[in-house]
């Protein structure tokens, strides 16, 4: 059985995922076996599945790009549902360009999953040589959210002022119902709806 919901990526059967960067900590999870596999260059790209974080986390930690889409906009079907308001798949890969050429191929409209929609739009990205005219917005409650490392805050810091020497206006923005509330609201909907996904597995 493959552990999901985790954040190290531990198999029963064939014991935890490693980093490829340093094989004595975790890749991440839940989706920590691709981000590994990408990291490592054992596959080009991957996907992920994401309730609360299991593409984002992992491909922080191991370094490479991953995307959890707007509701809606890929396909579930084929999984198996945890929290179905809250599962997203999305894609993994060594930088943004690919990120986006692999969205757009498994985005849209499915008629398998009555969830999705069509989308109208190609995803492309411009060749630039600079970030003059982007806006970056830098949440003021997450600076100051409990538990962040201060090695986290200064490779965030550094990150925003190699965006400002590039031509980025960074600003700070608010967040305050997002932090507050974000966390409560996903251990309400996402257990609520395990019970019911998973109940046609073991009979519960």
Same mark, same amino acid.
């Given at each position: 059985?493959?552990?999901?919901?985790? /954040?190290?990526?531990?198999?029963? $059967?064939?014991?935890?995922?490693?980093? !490829? +960067?340093?094989?004595?900590?975790?890749? &991440? @999870? =839940? /989706?920590?076996?691709?981000?590994? $596999?990408?990291?490592?260059?054992?596959? !080009? +790209?991957?996907?992920?599945?994401?309730? &609360? @974080? =299991?593409?984002?986390?992992?491909?922080?930690?191991?370094?490479?790009?991953?995307?959890?889409?707007?509701?809606?906009?890929?396909?579930?079907?084929?999984?198996?549902?945890?929290?179905?308001?809250?599962?997203?798949?999305?894609?993994?890969?060594?930088?943004?360009?690919?990120?986006?050429?692999?969205?757009?191929?498994?985005?849209?409209?499915?008629?398998?999953?009555?969830?999705?929609?069509?989308?109208?739009?190609?995803?492309?990205?411009?060749?630039?040589?600079?970030?003059?005219?982007?806006?970056?917005?830098?949440?003021?409650?997450?600076?100051?959210?409990?538990?962040?490392?201060?090695?986290?805050?200064?490779?965030?810091?550094?990150?925003?002022?190699?965006?400002?020497?590039?031509?980025?206006?960074?600003?700070?923005?608010?967040?305050?119902?997002?932090?507050?509330?974000?966390?409560?609201?996903?251990?309400?909907?996402?257990?609520?709806?395990?019970?019911?996904?998973?109940?046609?597995?073991?009979?519960?």
């Amino acid at each position: 059985m493959i552990r999901r919901l985790g /954040s190290s990526t531990e198999n029963s $059967a064939y014991g935890p995922s490693r980093n !490829p +960067w340093d094989p004595s900590r975790v890749p &991440g @999870g =839940s /989706s920590g076996g691709s981000t590994a $596999a990408v990291a490592a260059g054992l596959a !080009p +790209w991957a996907l992920g599945s994401d309730t &609360g @974080g =299991s593409i984002k986390q992992p491909a922080a930690l191991c370094g490479v790009v991953g995307l959890r889409p707007t509701y809606g906009t890929v396909s579930r079907y084929g999984i198996v549902a945890f929290a179905s308001s809250l599962d997203q798949i999305g894609p993994i890969t060594k930088t943004v360009r690919d990120c986006a050429r692999l969205y757009q191929i498994i985005a849209g409209r499915d008629p398998c999953d009555t969830t999705t929609v069509e989308l109208s739009e190609q995803v492309e990205l411009p060749e630039a040589e600079d970030l003059k005219g982007l806006r970056i917005g830098v949440p003021k409650e997450l600076n100051e959210a409990e538990g962040i490392e201060p090695g986290v805050t200064e490779q965030v810091e550094k990150t925003l002022g190699l965006a400002r020497d590039l031509g980025a206006e960074i600003g700070e923005c608010r967040l305050p119902r997002s932090v507050e509330y974000g966390l409560p609201c996903y251990y309400l909907i996402a257990p609520s709806e395990a019970s019911s996904n998973l109940a046609r597995y073991d009979g519960v």
